[in-house]
């Protein structure tokens, strides 16, 4: 069965870019189909599309109106799926949180992406539904406790979709007042934003991301041309549907008449698992759920990934030794990409090229144009070092209500990734850290990049992670974290003299920190100024 998917960046902007039409279209023709499944719960695209009409009208008939910004802290599930079309069909704007975050860090986070209802399980609506105290003193007039964050101005709907608790409706209640029969709305534009989702979330201050009914569909095409996806393909999502890929991984089949696959959290045995049960085709994971699911193949017990067709490395870049591993473990086609919540994939390495240009992240996607811009916001040359910066038409739509921001992170119409790299005379890019993780000591750049590559390296060395330690005579110098293979039996002089022989002076670790693992975040991105703080604070090594 052939994909309806536009074929063109034109066609998309010709008026096919909307989401729910496409879906609807695929239910009506092939009604019996399996459209999604997850952790045992299933739904055909008939049973899929009655419920996201019926979800649509009853919101609509609840005071939701087309453009109000809805909350949603819900585990990955069909129903977490479903809403996502339930936006697209109202023309409303879905703004997914961690489930982890707490009540104050939600209401920051609602505050800036100016949130009016509310969708979550009642576990984590009652802790938001606590009322604020109005006096939480010890006696002496001081505040003993903190006052719970007020939520008043979330005025629309609470909406608990699993059991009924106070001050909330229940879904299936909710769903009562819409008939069985109901037609989709199809009011959404697709110029509309459908995603707000979050950067910085619990630290800092919140940005919200405009991703656009336009956009998740080019993003959507993209994948399908990149990746050659089919109605055939089994898709599976094994991040958390906050974030921009499982939100991508599950709309891909949708709009091609596939199959979504959702896992409701990841380990590596429940992913190989779920790979051979259900016969998963296409994935993209990110590269430390890969680095886990190779350990996991070398476990000794048999797992049967033989319907694996393509699977692609995202998120954070991929370890040389680690991507060699994998080439040699599936047998299939592999890709790895670089890309950011603002522009989804920007680069591609395939299996072929991974041969000859192993440690880069590809070349230019189809569509997008990379350059390298240096200090004086000029281009740079061939080889040399400065910001990735990308053109694309994957674009989100700028931060919300953060003009200033939007123009920041523009350098002209290519938006500024705050990366660094370099492109190779074949126009194969190079990732080499984060702008700000830069190591600049007595004047020199040191590129983390580098000195982790050299580290990995030796077999005591799980992974690792290079940050500036300051100095008082360099001003900041190379400190690396380090997670041994195996730690009672880890010895750092044979480390120390490993880096001597393989890293130029300026380059060498002044500082080694042990450690049991690398502070990262849900979506295996390591979280290296959680190091900087941690470690420049106490400075024992």
Same mark, same amino acid.
């Given at each position: 069965?052939?994909?309806?998917?536009?074929?063109?960046?034109?066609?998309?902007?010709?008026?096919?870019?909307?989401?729910?039409?496409?879906?609807? $279209?695929?239910?009506?023709?092939?009604?019996?189909?399996?459209?999604?499944?997850?952790?045992?719960?299933?739904?055909?695209?008939?049973?899929?599309?009655?419920?996201?009409?019926?979800?649509?009208?009853?919101?609509?008939?609840?005071?939701?109106?087309?453009?109000?910004?809805?909350?949603?802290?819900?585990?990955?599930?069909?129903?977490?799926?479903?809403?996502?079309?339930?936006?697209?069909?109202?023309?409303?704007?879905?703004?997914?949180?961690?489930?982890?975050?707490?009540?104050?860090?939600?209401?920051?986070?609602?505050?800036?992406? @100016?949130?009016?209802?509310?969708?979550?399980?009642?576990?984590?609506?009652?802790?938001?539904?606590?009322?604020?105290?109005?006096?939480?003193?010890?006696?002496?007039?001081?505040?003993?406790?903190?006052?719970?964050?007020?939520?008043?101005?979330?005025?629309?709907?609470?909406?608990?979709?699993?059991?009924?608790?106070?001050?909330?409706?229940?879904?299936?209640?909710?769903?009562?007042?819409?008939?069985?029969?109901?037609?989709?709305?199809?009011?959404?534009?697709?110029?509309?934003?459908?995603?707000?989702?979050?950067?910085?979330?619990?630290?800092?201050?919140?940005?919200?991301?405009?991703?656009?009914?336009?956009?998740?569909?080019?993003?959507?095409?993209?994948?399908?041309?990149?990746?050659?996806?089919?109605?055939?393909?089994?898709?599976?999502?094994?991040?958390?549907?906050?974030? $921009?890929?499982? @939100?991508?991984?599950?709309?891909?089949?949708?709009?091609?008449?596939?199959?979504?696959?959702?896992?409701?959290?990841?380990?590596?045995?429940?992913?190989?698992?779920?790979?051979?049960?259900?016969?998963?085709?296409?994935?993209?994971?990110?590269?430390?759920?890969?680095?886990?699911?190779?350990?996991?193949?070398?476990?000794?017990?048999?797992?049967?990934?033989?319907?694996?067709?393509?699977?692609?490395? $995202? $998120?954070?870049?991929?370890?040389?030794?680690?991507?060699?591993?994998?080439?040699?473990?599936?047998?299939?086609?592999?890709?790895?990409?670089?890309?950011?919540?603002?522009?989804?994939?920007?680069?591609?390495?395939?299996?072929?090229?991974?041969?000859?240009?192993?440690?880069?992240?590809?070349?230019?996607?189809?569509?997008?144009?990379?350059?390298?811009?240096?200090?004086?916001?000029?281009?740079?040359?061939?080889?040399?070092?400065?910001?990735?910066?990308?053109?694309?038409?994957?674009?989100?739509?700028?931060?919300?209500?953060?003009?200033?921001?939007?123009?920041?992170?523009?350098?002209?119409?290519?938006?500024?990734?705050?990366?660094?790299?370099?492109?190779?005379?074949?126009?194969?890019?190079?990732?080499?850290?984060?702008?700000?993780?830069?190591?600049?000591?007595?004047?020199?750049?040191?590129?983390?990049?580098?000195?982790?590559?050299?580290?990995?390296?030796?077999?005591?060395?799980? @992974?690792?992670?290079?940050?500036?330690?300051?100095?008082?005579?360099?001003?900041?110098?190379?400190?690396?974290?380090?997670?041994?293979?195996?730690?009672? @039996?880890?010895?750092?002089?044979?480390?120390?003299?490993?880096?001597?022989?393989?890293?130029?002076?300026?380059?060498?670790?002044?500082?080694?920190?042990?450690?049991?693992?690398?502070?990262?975040?849900?979506?295996?991105?390591?979280?290296?100024?959680?190091?900087?703080?941690?470690?420049?604070?106490?400075?024992?090594?």
């Amino acid at each position: 069965m052939e994909t309806v998917l536009p074929k063109t960046v034109a066609e998309t902007a010709s008026g096919a870019a909307k989401i729910a039409p496409t879906f609807f $279209s695929h239910a009506s023709r092939m009604p019996d189909k399996q459209a999604i499944w997850c952790e045992g719960a299933t739904a055909t695209y008939q049973e899929l599309a009655k419920l996201v009409c019926r979800w649509s009208n009853a919101m609509s008939a609840s005071g939701v109106k087309h453009g109000d910004h809805i909350g949603v802290i819900l585990p990955n599930s069909i129903e977490f799926s479903a809403l996502m079309l339930v936006a697209a069909d109202l023309g409303a704007v879905l703004v997914p949180l961690n489930t982890s975050l707490t009540p104050s860090a939600v209401h920051k986070a609602f505050a800036a992406a @100016e949130v009016k209802h509310v969708v979550s399980t009642a576990m984590l609506l009652k802790s938001l539904l606590v009322k604020p105290a109005t006096s939480r003193t010890d006696g002496s007039g001081a505040k003993n406790f903190p006052t719970p964050p007020d939520f008043s101005t979330v005025s629309g709907l609470w909406l608990s979709v699993d059991e009924a608790i106070e001050g909330a409706t229940l879904l299936a209640d909710l769903l009562e007042n819409a008939s069985p029969h109901s037609q989709p709305l199809n009011a959404a534009l697709e110029e509309d934003a459908l995603i707000l989702t979050m950067t910085s979330g619990s630290t800092g201050d919140p940005k919200p991301i405009i991703l656009t009914q336009r956009t998740k569909f080019n993003r959507a095409r993209a994948a399908v041309e990149l990746y050659d996806i089919t109605a055939q393909d089994r898709t599976l999502a094994a991040t958390p549907l906050y974030h $921009s890929l499982a @939100e991508r991984l599950v709309l891909i089949p949708l709009l091609t008449g596939g199959t979504s696959i959702l896992m409701s959290r990841f380990s590596a045995t429940a992913w190989l698992e779920c790979v051979h049960e259900q016969a998963v085709t296409f994935t993209i994971a990110v590269s430390s759920q890969l680095k886990q699911i190779a350990g996991q193949l070398d476990g000794g017990h048999a797992y049967d990934i033989t319907s694996l067709r393509c699977i692609v490395s $995202s $998120s954070a870049l991929l370890d040389p030794q680690v991507k060699t591993e994998l080439l040699a473990k599936f047998d299939c086609d592999f890709h790895e990409c670089y890309g950011a919540s603002e522009i989804a994939i920007a680069s591609n390495l395939d299996r072929v090229s991974a041969k000859t240009k192993l440690r880069s992240v590809g070349i230019a996607a189809p569509g997008v144009n990379i350059k390298i811009i240096g200090k004086n916001n000029e281009m740079v040359g061939t080889g040399e070092i400065g910001e990735i910066v990308c053109k694309t038409p994957m674009l989100f739509g700028g931060y919300f209500k953060r003009p200033d921001l939007t123009q920041a992170a523009m350098w002209g119409e290519y938006f500024r990734t705050g990366d660094m790299g370099r492109l190779d005379e074949d126009g194969f890019l190079y990732f080499l850290g984060r702008t700000k993780d830069i190591i600049i000591s007595g004047g020199i750049n040191i590129y983390p990049a580098d000195i982790e590559a050299v580290v990995n390296q030796h077999a005591s060395v799980a @992974e690792s992670a290079a940050f500036a330690f300051p100095d008082e005579q360099l001003g900041e110098v190379a400190a690396i974290a380090v997670v041994p293979t195996n730690k009672p @039996e880890f010895d750092l002089k044979q480390l120390r003299f490993h880096c001597c022989e393989r890293l130029a002076d300026f380059q060498q670790p002044r500082k080694f920190f042990i450690v049991n693992e690398l502070p990262k975040n849900s979506m295996g991105k390591l979280m290296k100024q959680q190091l900087v703080k941690t470690y420049t604070i106490n400075s024992k090594c």
